[in-house]
T-cell receptor, first 114, second 113 residues
Framework: DGGITQSPKYLFRKEGQNVTLSCEQN?????MYWYRQDPGQGLRLIYYSQIVNDFQKGDIAEGYSVSREKKESFPLTVTSAQKNPTAFYLCASSMMGQGGETQYFGPGTRLLVL | DAKTTQPTSMDCAEGRAANLPCNHSTISGNEYVYWYRQIHSQGPQYIIH???NNETNEMASLIITEDRKSSTLILPHATLRDTAVYYCIVRVYSGAGSYQLTFGKGTKLSVIP
C-alpha cells in the first residue's frame, strides 16, 4: 500500500525536551516537506528537501531541525528552542520535474506540550 | 502571501453541485492553480490542478477563466463526506527546481442533508 506514513499520531512533550516526528514515504518521491498547522489556520512551511543529504529552511524553521539520510525518510525534530510547539504537523512528498509537482500529505502528528 | 482569495464559508445541499470560487488576480503565466481539501484533523487531500484549460477528474472539475484571474472548483453531486475546508493555492516557483504551496485559510464547505 503506497503512501506517506507519520508517527506517532499524538505526541506529548515536556518543557525543555526535544522530540522527533517520523515521516516515511514509499512513493519514490524526490522531495519531502514539513508543515505546521495551528487551529483555524492554513499550513506553514517549516523545512523541505529536494534530495538526500540536502534541505532548505521554509518560512518558520526556527526551533526545528531535520535530516534527510534516506530518500524515504525525513524526520523532524522539535527542539526546546521552539517556544510554542503545540500544533498539528504535516509531512508531504512530491516528485521533482517540470509541470505540476503535486504534493501528497501524510495523516499528521498532533504535538501537545505538557 | 497566499495570492488567493476565497470565501470563508459556504453551504451546499446534499446532492447538489458545490461551486467554490477563488480569486487569484496576480497569478503569473506559468503558475498553476491547485485545489486541496482537509477534513478535520486529517492531512490535506489533493483534488485537482490546472494551468489554463479546464480540468476534470473523478473528484471534481476545475474551471479557470480565460484571463486566469479566477477559478471555480465544482463538486458535481455533493455528499456529506465532502464537508471539509477547501484550499485554493497558486503554486509558486521558489528557485532551484523547487515549488512552494502557500495555504491560506480556505473555504469551509458544509454539506447540508
Amino acid at each position: 500500500d503506497g503512501g506517506i506514513t507519520q508517527s506517532p499520531k499524538y505526541l506529548f512533550r515536556k518543557e525543555g525536551q526535544n522530540v522527533t516526528l517520523s515521516c516515511e514515504q514509499n512513493l519514490n518521491h524526490d522531495a519531502m516537506y514539513w508543515y505546521r498547522q495551528d487551529p483555524g489556520q492554513g499550513l506553514r512551511l517549516i523545512y523541505y528537501s529536494q534530495i538526500v543529504n540536502d534541505f532548505q529552511k521554509g518560512d518558520i524553521a526556527e526551533g526545528y531541525s531535520v535530516s534527510r539520510e534516506k530518500k524515504e525518510s525525513f524526520p523532524l525534530t522539535v527542539t526546546s528552542a521552539q517556544k510554542n510547539p503545540t500544533a498539528f504537523y504535516l509531512c508531504a512528498s512530491s516528485m521533482m520535474g517540470q509541470g505540476g509537482e503535486t504534493q501528497y500529505f501524510g495523516p499528521g502528528t498532533r504535538l501537545l506540550v505538557l | 502571501d497566499a495570492k488567493t482569495t476565497q470565501p470563508t464559508s459556504m453551504d451546499c445541499a446534499e446532492g447538489r453541485a458545490a461551486n467554490l470560487p477563488c480569486n487569484h488576480s496576480t497569478i503569473s503565466g506559468n503558475e498553476y492553480v491547485y485545489w486541496y481539501r482537509q477534513i478535520h484533523s486529517q492531512g490535506p487531500q489533493y483534488i485537482i490542478h490546472g494551468l489554463k484549460n479546464n480540468e476534470t477528474n473523478e473528484m471534481a472539475s476545475l474551471i479557470i477563466t480565460e484571463d486566469r484571474k479566477s477559478s471555480t472548483l465544482i463538486l458535481p453531486h455533493a455528499t456529506l463526506r465532502d464537508t471539509a475546508v477547501y484550499y485554493c493555492i497558486v503554486r509558486v516557483y521558489s528557485g532551484a527546481g523547487s515549488y512552494q504551496l502557500t495555504f491560506g485559510k480556505g473555504t469551509k464547505l458544509s454539506v447540508i442533508p
